[in-house]
């Protein structure tokens, strides 16, 4: 089965904003520069719309030196050099791994822009998946999510108004593949190579709307009236998939991946 990359997004900073790319370079850890950063508590625990749906109104940009930073709730961009340091301890639901603390100009305009005290770190150190052998930044739990555009056509005819994509949060949206034929689909093969381990389990994010941090019930209850299964022991609202980089390549709006 032939399956054809409709978009690329990478999200700079965990659970802000995402950046559409045309290519992205696959790494270990997924596309190049996804996750790189995240804001944590004092405690070091991390933040995100789940907490702090305003998160969804910062957009970032970095080019692997420097982090630029918009937001309607900020009356200034925050532009800063990606800074190095010393390591701290961090949590990613209460998964421990590291970061470097970005200062206390970043934590500042963080800080005030959404409201609740809070820093920025940047990725450092390894961090394994739950399974399968990957590594991945401060995505949730694998490095590269994935979701057909025909699965958001049909969970949109069962809803009063449709929604974007930009709902779900994909690293990788797909064309060809029917609705939820991604999740039949255990191998993505192109310049890269993707292993697709499980599916990826759906939370209230999905209810706040990217344009204006606004929640509403109906797309979690909507998926869950018919995507709700147990997986791994734990029963998941499901859309879209979670995979594990195998080869390394870059990938392009339009490119023709193999699905097997």
């Known amino acids: 089965m ?8 990478v999200y700079p900073v965990k659970s802000a904003a995402g950046v559409p790319l045309a290519e992205a370079e696959m790494t270990p850890e997924g596309l190049r520069h996804d996750r790189a950063f995240m804001l944590v508590r004092p405690d070091g625990r991390h933040l995100s719309q789940r907490e702090v749906p305003g998160l969804a109104l910062v957009h970032p940009a970095y080019d692997g030196t420097k982090l630029t930073v918009t937001s309607p709730l900020a ?4 532009v800063c050099a990606a800074a190095g340091g010393p390591a701290r301890d961090v949590t990613v ?3 421990p791994c590291q970061g470097v603390d970005q200062g206390d100009d ?7 822009a959404l409201g609740i005290s809070c820093r920025l770190v940047r990725f450092t150190g390894t961090r394994p998946t739950r399974r399968g052998g990957g590594t991945l930044a401060y995505a949730d739990g694998y490095p590269v999510s994935v979701l057909s555009q025909e699965s958001l056509d049909d969970l949109n005819r ?10 779900f949060r994909p690293n990788i949206v797909l064309s060809g593949l029917g609705p939820y034929g991604e999740d039949a689909v255990t191998r993505l ?4 190579e993707i292993e697709l381990v499980k599916p990826c389990g759906r939370c209230v994010i999905i209810n706040t709307d990217q344009e204006t941090a606004q929640r509403s019930p109906a797309p979690l209850r909507a ?8 997986f791994d022991g734990a029963r998941e609202i499901v859309f879209g998939r979670l995979g594990i980089p195998r080869a390394l390549g870059t990938l ?3 490119d023709e991946l193999t699905a097997s």
């Open 75 to 78: 009356d200034a961009p925050l």
């Open 189 to 192: 093969r192109g310049s890269a």
């Open 223 to 230: 998926l869950a009236g018919y995507r709700t299964g147990r």
């Open 252 to 254: 392009r709006v339009g």
């Open 93 to 95: 639901h209460r998964r």
């Open 158 to 167: 069962r809803m009063d108004g449709p929604l974007p994509m930009n709902r």
């Open 106 to 112: 970043a934590a500042g305009w963080f800080s005030e």
């Open 2 to 9: 032939i399956a054809v990359i409709a978009a690329l997004h």
